[in-house]
């Protein structure tokens, strides 16, 4: 079945510095989608890409869709504690558009 | 708030015994997607409903099963717990079929003792 990997699994940042994690499908994806999860809290949207090359920005908050729409990235700058949590990537499941299969999740700490 | 309502929000239970865990998905979204969530497992995708109708199944266990009733609320039934069952079992709505991204619930945290 569908597979998507996140890396790292965990970093840990002191406040302000820059923080990546990293996205990948075994299959192709019609679209990518990032959720946000704070630590006791539940899982909450954040953006949606559709396009290949697609770049998306929220305000410290860069998204990137893959040119063969397979992987992904989140990059936040100047990171602030407010980001602690897990980011998770999702992508719907090949054959079921409508169920998404979720990423294994990278947790950011930040420490100041 | 959300907007996804589920309860309880902690249940403790025996092996062996069943539990109901409920869903109210946000107004106007028809589709509810159910997700269990452990350690080492992640976030895994359980069963979905669109205005009704079972729509997708992931790797939900024979002992676990769930509706959506007209009023469009969901229950999700596990039944036979075991102590792996505990995880945290969220509870996802969206407008349609799909699409653009889930609202989340806060979750019931089932715990088997």
């Known amino acids: 079945g569908q597979q998507v990997m996140q890396i790292p699994q965990y970093q840990h940042v002191q406040e302000g510095e820059d923080f990546t994690t990293y996205c990948n499908s075994s299959?192709?994806?019609?679209?990518i989608q990032w959720y946000k999860q704070r630590p006791g809290g539940h899982p909450v949207f954040l953006i949606q890409?559709?396009?290949?090359?697609e770049v998306k920005k929220q305000k410290r908050l860069t998204f990137q869709f893959g040119e063969a729409k397979k992987n992904s990235s989140l990059h936040i700058t100047a990171t602030q504690t407010t980001d602690v949590g897990t980011y998770f990537c999702?992508?719907?499941?090949?054959?079921?558009?409508?169920?998404?299969?979720f990423g294994t999740g990278t947790r950011l700490q930040v420490t100041l | 708030d959300s907007g996804v309502t589920q309860t309880p929000k902690h249940l403790i239970t025996a092996t062996g015994q069943r539990v109901t865990l409920r869903c109210s998905p946000r107004?106007?979204?028809?589709?509810v997607y159910w997700y269990q969530q452990s350690l080492d497992q992640g976030l895994q995708f359980l069963i979905q409903?669109?205005?009704?109708?079972?729509?997708a199944k992931g790797n939900i266990l024979e002992r676990f099963s769930a509706q959506q009733f007209p009023d469009l609320h969901s229950e999700l039934n596990l039944s036979s717990l075991e102590l792996g069952d505990s995880a945290l079992y969220f509870c996802?709505?969206?407008?349609?079929?799909?699409?653009?991204?889930?609202?989340f619930g806060s979750g019931t945290r089932l715990t088997v003792v």
């Open positions: 890409l559709v396009k290949s090359g």
């Open positions: 996802a709505s969206s407008l349609g079929d799909g699409g653009y991204g889930y609202t």
């Open positions: 999702a992508g719907p499941s090949t054959g079921t558009a409508s169920k998404l299969t």
């Open positions: 299959t192709t994806l019609s679209n």
């Open positions: 107004s106007g979204d028809l589709s």
């Open positions: 409903y669109y205005n009704g109708e079972e729509r």
